[in-house]
Nanobody, 126 residues
Framework: VQLQAFGGGLVQAGDSLRLSCAAS????????MGWFRQAPGKEREFVAA????????KYADSAKGRFTISRDNAKYTVYLQMNSLKPEDTAVYYC????????????????????WGQGTQVTVSS
């Protein structure tokens, strides 16, 4: 499985960015695609996830109302639309994929995701 994340950049507070994650090398039925982020000196944290099969989503509290995760099955691509960005959103963003466990509400731990992309830097200036 290969995951390639891109779309990061330097933006100002209040701006928007859309991250993309292109997946290949596997069929993803019953799998979950997730986005995590890691700020300097902090642990990698869950941001959002989407069930590849039915499109059900899960968000971290910090992402609710501002971020939207979606997928394009035909392109094997997952997106993270980020609106109203804040300086505290500054981090390296990683996409990842893992098998669905129970339901998507439980898919918030890094250990549940087996394959990771290389990360894309998002920097939000104040």
């Amino acid at each position: 499985v290969q995951l390639q994340a891109f779309g990061g950049g330097l933006v100002q507070a209040g701006d928007s960015l859309r991250l993309s994650c292109a997946a290949s090398g596997h069929t993803f039925s019953n799998y979950v695609m997730g986005w995590f982020r890691q700020a300097p000196g902090k642990e990698r944290e869950f941001v959002a996830a989407i069930n590849w099969s039915d499109g059900v989503t899960k968000y971290a509290d910090s992402a609710k109302g501002r971020f939207t995760i979606s997928r394009d099955n035909a392109k094997y691509t997952v997106y993270l639309q980020m609106n109203s960005l804040k300086p505290e959103d500054t981090a390296v963003y990683y996409c990842a994929v893992g098998p669905l466990w129970l339901n998507i509400a439980f898919m918030i731990s890094r250990s549940q995701y087996h394959y990771w992309g290389q990360g894309t830097q998002v920097t939000v200036s104040s």
